[in-house]
């Protein structure tokens, strides 16, 4: 589809090395005028669901400054546009659980939020699991709890869950999985 909206003008209000913030002068579908803010990510999200053989997953814990409040999801982190997405997962990976995995499947592609913001995520299975030694970012204090995939479902559908990203993972993988 041919995109109806026209951009008059763009100006860059805030930059740092994740995000940039742009303010948009713009002419609507239905020709009036407008504004709009962008939110640029200079990163994909990347996000893993490592299962092991008898059907355990493992979610980490950690304090989310911008939204105030503890949060469990699985594991995930940046990955650079231009580089290879599943070896940021498979890093991403080993850092925060200390898992390597023998089997990768790609489940996903999101826009976490497609009205404000241009971001990409992306949610791997990964399975055929060796364990080994974390080595979190100096930035993190992260929790790790190995369980059930069918208890990560169950926090996911009584709210506990609340990230965007762990959320449509899980009800991916539950589906794939007959969970």
Do not use: C
């Amino acid at each position: 589809m041919e995109n109806p909206w026209t951009t008059k003008s763009i100006k860059v209000v805030y930059d740092n090395p994740w995000i940039s913030v742009s303010h948009r002068e713009v002419i609507t579908p239905n020709q009036t005028e407008g504004i709009y803010g962008k939110v640029h990510f200079k990163n994909k999200a990347i996000g893993i669901i490592p299962v092991d053989q008898h059907g355990n997953t493992w979610l980490v814990g950690q304090y989310r400054y911008i939204i105030d409040t503890y949060s469990w999801e699985i594991p995930m982190g940046g990955g650079l546009i231009d580089h290879d997405l599943l070896e940021a997962a498979k890093r991403e990976l080993q850092e925060e659980t200390g898992l390597k995995a023998m089997k990768w499947t790609q489940l996903l592609r999101i826009h976490t939020s497609n009205s404000v913001t241009d971001e990409e995520g992306y949610v791997f299975l990964a399975e055929m699991l060796e364990e080994g030694e974390t080595s979190f970012d100096p930035t993190e204090k992260l929790e790790i709890r190995k369980l059930p995939l069918k208890e990560a479902l169950a926090m996911v559908m009584q709210g506990e869950i609340t990230d965007a990203i762990s959320i449509a993972g899980l009800l991916k993988v539950a589906k794939l999985l007959n969970i």
